[in-house]
């Protein structure tokens, strides 16, 4: 996917974009065939969570999480291996690659590609503004240690800035327009010998794909 839907979430792609910078996992189309096969889900139901929950990512960018309204525990950690990893990867963006944390929970890999996305908008003294929501968290397949999330991602809210003036630039990428602004993301994780989640790969489906016919509102 280009921009940040590559990575995530991401479509920063098409972003920095025309520039020619490309996205983590730009490129990797969504194949179901890739995913592992249902095992059912296991976890307990775990308490309530807020329906909404507002991250500030940074001065000018937020990350919007719409939760379901119960949450499986074990689902819970994938969710916020997620959200945690978008969030420290747009505020590398903003920190002009201060921030390095979006690593943390990434093989090797998708670390590498998250790091090329955000030295992309670096050079291109590029930035970002906005409103990033994320909402239909799910996840449809648990394998052993492995599963798959599925988030829908609508970035119509975000603007590409020029890092220098803070000013959105004068054309928008198509990402930040629909039907582009809003794919499907899938995250395939696996779960360390510590209980923790790390990103193995991302996948993403753009409309008109069916897979991402379920995050039109």
């Not at 189309?29 to 775990?46: N, Q």
């Not at 119960?70 to 963006?93: C, G, I, N, S, W």
């Not at 909402?135 to 590409?160: E, F, I, K, M, N």
Request: aromatic content about 6%; proline content about 6%.
């Amino acid at each position: 996917m280009n921009g940040v839907r590559g990575l995530l979430i991401t479509p920063l792609a098409g972003a920095v974009l025309a520039a020619g910078c490309a996205a983590p996992g730009a490129g990797n189309s969504f194949d179901p065939g890739d995913l592992p096969a249902t095992s059912g889900a296991r976890a307990a139901t775990g308490s309530p969570v807020p329906s909404a929950e507002t991250v500030e990512v940074g001065e000018g960018l937020k990350l919007v999480v719409e939760w379901p309204a119960a949450v499986p525990a074990e689902h819970r950690k994938m969710f916020e291996t997620y959200r945690d990893t978008q969030t420290r990867l747009y505020r590398a963006v903003l920190t002009r690659g201060e921030e390095e944390g979006y690593a943390a929970r990434m093989d090797a890999e998708v670390a590498q590609e998250s790091y090329r996305w955000v030295k992309d908008f670096l050079d291109q003294r590029r930035s970002l503004s906005g409103t990033v929501r994320l909402y239909h968290l799910r996840v449809p397949s648990v394998t052993g240690d492995g599963a798959q999330v599925d988030v829908c991602v609508d970035q119509t809210g975000l603007r590409l800035t020029d890092a220098r003036t803070g000013k959105a630039v004068t054309t928008q990428p198509a990402w930040a327009r629909p039907p582009e602004s809003t794919y499907l993301q899938s995250a395939l994780m696996h779960r360390q010998d510590d209980g923790t989640w790390r990103i193995r790969s991302y996948r993403h489906a753009v409309p008109p794909h069916e897979r991402a016919k379920g995050c039109q509102r």
